[in-house]
């Protein structure tokens, strides 16, 4: 079914570029991870000082605009926008990097698989079958099968942390909005 390992690591081209890929994958999974957890307490932490605004005056001190807008010399519309722009910002640190790697990682393996047909093709003598060229092509495709496995999970997860900032940008601008109407 899949190529001996062994003939897919003989060519130093598909070395780099599964490790590339390999590489790529494991901070996919690290920045996910890592920023999921952050923005689903950031989240619930906005969502609760939310409450506590509507149920009172008083803006609560576990909200991140309560620390912005006591360093402003004057509250209104544009320093709660400056801060949420502040806000927004730090949320989406990371989601550059999800969004870099799904749409380099199916490149960078179809420059494994291009290598490595041009290698079947070099290798190929006078009078060449197809049973003695599609094993060499079928090695070369599994760089561009690695690249799109690298890229699906990077997509998938810039979406799902997309849609997190997202949340956390409309309960700050809540926040903002029942402020300033009391």
């Known amino acids: 079914m899949l190529p001996e390992l062994s003939k897919i690591l003989s060519n130093p081209v598909n070395i780099v570029v599964i490790g590339w890929l390999g590489i790529y994958l494991f901070f996919v999974f690290f920045v996910f991870i890592y920023k999921y ?11 609760e000082a939310l409450n506590s605004i509507v149920m009172s005056e008083v803006f609560p001190m576990n909200s991140s605009l309560k620390s912005c807008i006591e360093k402003a010399s004057k509250i209104n519309k544009y320093t709660f926008d400056a801060c949420i722009e502040g806000a927004k910002k730090q949320a989406n640190n990371g989601l550059i990097f999800l969004s870099i790697v799904a749409s380099t990682a199916p490149f960078i393996g179809l420059f494994g698989t291009v290598v490595g047909i041009l290698n079947a093709f070099a290798g190929m003598k006078s009078v060449t ?5 599609a094993p060499a092509i079928a090695d070369a495709l599994i ?7 690298v890229a699906v999970p990077a ?3 810039h979406q799902i942390l ?8 409309a309960t700050l601008k809540m926040q903002r909005d029942m402020y300033l109407s009391k």
Request: zero cysteines; hydrophobic letters at 55%; glycine letters at 2%.
């Open 37 to 47: 957890i952050s923005l689903i307490s950031w989240v619930k932490r906005e969502e």
């Open 129 to 133: 079958t197809i049973n003695m060229i």
């Open 143 to 149: 760089a561009t099968a690695i690249g799109i496995i």
């Open 155 to 157: 997509y998938s997860f």
């Open 162 to 169: 997309a849609k997190k900032v997202d949340d956390l940008i």
